[in-house]
């Protein structure tokens, strides 16, 4: 970083650097000391760019067209859903984590900010919802994954800050995002 002639720096991080499991709510402002290799890289490189003035985006589990893991392990049928389905589940579609980070980019803000949809919502309820919508059955329940590569946990990740900045994601929630999914793979011929 020393080496860089940079006139603003923005890193784009993860929110797996929030290691709470009790379901609370974080910010921006809230512990994040993960227990993970990964989780421990991404938040000394937090240090560095935030020691320099620079912007941390932190985003949330990423999905849209050709990359939506468990909408993908549902329809192949190999989902499980871990313990009773109680883990919270953040995401952020594609095309609205680009239009955090783009933001992000022309305001050059310091600091943190988490790139997340408006609902966080539970394992349970989201396959609820989208085996409804595919017609798929629901998966079993089974053990909890604590060997995930950025760790198990259980949070409720706010946008507020970023959302102060005036950025609305166009997905607010999975809901939306999965059904642009569904609309696009449907085109043609779906068995769906």
Known sequence: MAALEIGHFLFVSSTSVYAQTDGSSVDEFSAAE???????????TENIVL????TVARLAGLYGPG???PLDRLLAGDAIIEGEGERTMNSIYRDDAVSGLLLLARLKPDGIFNVVDNCPVSQL????????RTGKPMPPLGLRNFTRKRAWTNKMVSNAKLRGL????AMPSFREGIERILGRRCDGACDL
Do not use: D, H, N, Y
Not at 34 to 44: A, F
């Open 34 to 44: 993960p227990e993970r290799t990964t989780g421990k890289i991404l938040r000394s």
């Open 51 to 54: 020691r320099r003035g620079g």
């Open 67 to 69: 990359r939506c893991v």
């Open 125 to 132: 309820e989201w396959f609820r919802w989208v085996a409804q």
């Open 166 to 169: 005036g950025w609305e994601p």
